[in-house]
């Protein structure tokens, strides 16, 4: 014990370890909390940031560890389309034929895609473009890609 902390106690002004490092402790773990343990130690400490608590990164992830607070890392999920593993045959390439558009309207090709929405869902858009122009004939959305067939 250092002589200025036994004087300091003998004051009754005894060191108090609560204020300056139990503080983060808890402030990192509400932030935790409050962000449904998804936030690792950068976010959290931005956020401490943003109101006005001033903590480095490396103590933000120490404190985590030695809290035993880990971050949910969600699975990324990426819609499976197309089956490449069916056996069958493949439909010809029909477009060999004409290997220029000459006039609008006389070839279309179609395509398939996703996005992610809101909710952790998918939608699937269709998309008819005509070659000549290499305009959008049409298209449409759905929630699943059977709905296009």
């Known amino acids: 014990m250092s002589r200025s902390a036994y004087y300091r106690y003998r004051r009754g002004k005894s060191y108090r370890a ?68 069916h056996g069958k045959r493949v439909s010809p390439n029909l477009l060999e034929a004409h290997p220029q558009v000459t006039k609008p309207n006389s070839v279309w090709v179609s395509d398939i895609t996703y996005m992610p929405v809101k909710g952790g869902k998918w939608a699937y858009l269709c998309v008819w473009l005509d070659l000549f122009s290499r305009r959008i004939v049409s298209w449409r959305l759905a929630e699943t890609c059977r709905k296009f067939l």
């Not at 480095?56 to 999920?77: D, E, H, N, W, Y």
């Open 18 to 85: 609560d204020k300056k490092y139990n503080r983060p402790k808890h402030e990192v773990e509400k932030e935790f909390i409050q962000n449904h343990k998804r936030y690792g130690s950068r976010r959290i400490k931005a956020s401490l940031q943003e109101k006005g608590i001033i903590i480095s990164r490396r103590k933000v992830a120490s404190i985590m560890r030695k809290q035993g607070l880990r971050a949910i890392q969600p699975r990324t999920f990426v819609p499976r389309t197309t089956n490449s593993r």
